[in-house]
């Protein structure tokens, strides 16, 4: 029994085929947003490519990208074919086209939902790229002068100052590494030489932050050194005192301004999905109906229209059976006497009577 029959008269069929026909059209502009918001995400994380760790967070927008290509394409095509609907004699040149096509369309529009998931599922790996990559760019912040690092420190600078953050985790994070170049440290000071001896590493360690962790919206002058000294400053209290830095780590800042568009691209790809996924089930529809007036032999006459043929249940057995014979046709069994395809056919001359032989007379 076919799954959600209806019953189209020429008009409607004529109706549908020149709605289909506009739908297309629209879907072309649909793939063109997706290709643009998957532009712009591949966009937006090259910008900040410095601080984050080679990973699969393009994934997204190169699925993005390649979706809203193909969309044009299917969706300009699909125009054609609907439009030529209209007329049952230009129908027949796309009869054998259509299935394929509405299989290949089902394809396409899922990726489009799979793309739209993946705008959620992605934080995981977005953090994880972020917490590696700003953790290498702090820790070279201080290289300055060595090729290839010498541009970090502004990167780094530039970010806390955008995004009104400090650190990986949060400011604690440059109490834990040199960020200060050996070049700026007077070696022939006793206090620098005794932070350098305290430390096994040798490294210069401070309780304070770069200028670029400081707000400026405070109206205390920024405290970016001695941080956690309440006597090195004046009516400072480390613990109880609303610090004038920045308090939010750059990777819980970055990971809000990324989840929050991805958020809006996956609710974007998700209506584009819903629309084209319509489109996909109107298509069905005219083919269905345009296969059957043609057999009918009467253009002018109602003709059915479905989803499927038959059940949900029936035609998923069929195309399992499908799947499962496929490349037996042409398999050859190698068990021992089996090779002869003929080997067990009967050879019965029933038109023929036996005839006897006569003995030809041995010479004597």
């Given amino acids: 029994m ?15 085929a020149q709605i289909l026909w506009i739908l297309n059209w629209v879907s072309v502009v649909s793939g063109i947003i997706l290709f643009s918001l998957g ?12 601080v984050m760790a080679k990973g699969d967070i393009n994934s997204v927008p190169n699925m993005l990208i390649s979706v809203g290509v193909i969309a044009c394409i299917i969706n300009f095509l699909g125009g054609k074919i609907c439009y030529d609907c209209s007329d049952a004699n230009k129908f027949s040149r796309w009869k054998l086209v259509m299935l394929p096509y509405i299989v290949c369309t089902f394809c396409f529009t899922f990726c489009i939902l799979v793309g739209a998931i993946m705008c959620y599922t992605m934080r995981n790996e977005l953090e994880e790229s972020l917490y590696l990559g700003l953790r290498d760019a702090i820790k070279f912040y201080k290289d300055t002068d060595i090729p290839g690092r010498c541009f970090l420190k502004k990167t780094v600078d530039l970010l806390q100052i955008g995004f009104r953050c400090c ?7 440059w109490f834990e590494i040199q960020w200060v170049s050996p070049r700026y440290l007077n070696m022939a000071s ?14 210069f360690l401070v309780d304070g932050v770069p200028f670029s962790c400081c707000n400026p919206s405070s109206p205390r002058p920024c405290i970016q050194y001695q941080l956690t000294n309440n006597s090195a400053h004046y009516n400072y209290d480390f613990l109880t005192e609303e610090l004038n830095i920045w308090m939010k780590g750059c990777r819980e800042a970055l990971l ?21 996924l319509s489109v996909l089930i109107g298509v ?13 032999g009467d253009l002018e006459r109602e003709s059915d229209g479905w989803l499927l ?8 057995k069929y195309n399992i059976n499908i799947i499962k014979n496929l490349g037996k046709a042409n398999q050859i069994s190698t068990v021992s006497g089996m090779n002869d395809p003929n080997i067990n056919v009967q050879n019965t001359d ?9 003995s030809i007379p041995a010479a004597r």
Avoid at 193 to 203: A, E, I, M, P
Avoid at 286 to 296: E, I, P, R
């Fill in 2 to 16: 076919a799954v959600l029959k209806v019953k189209f008269t020429k008009t409607k069929r004529d109706k549908l």
């Fill in 39 to 50: 532009l712009f995400l591949k966009i937006e994380i090259k910008k900040r490519n410095e």
């Fill in 167 to 173: 650190g990986n985790n949060g400011f604690r994070d």
């Fill in 190 to 203: 006793k206090e620098v030489l005794d932070r350098l001896k305290s430390n096994v590493d040798g490294k």
């Fill in 256 to 276: 809000d301004y990324y989840t929050g568009i991805m958020r809006f691209i996956g609710i974007a790809a998700l209506l584009i999905w819903l629309f084209e």
């Fill in 284 to 296: 069905r529809y005219l083919q269905t109906a345009m296969k059957n007036v043609l057999l009918l």
């Fill in 309 to 316: 043929e038959n059940s949900f249940v029936e035609t998923a």
């Fill in 350 to 358: 029933c038109d023929k009577t036996n005839i006897t032989t006569k």
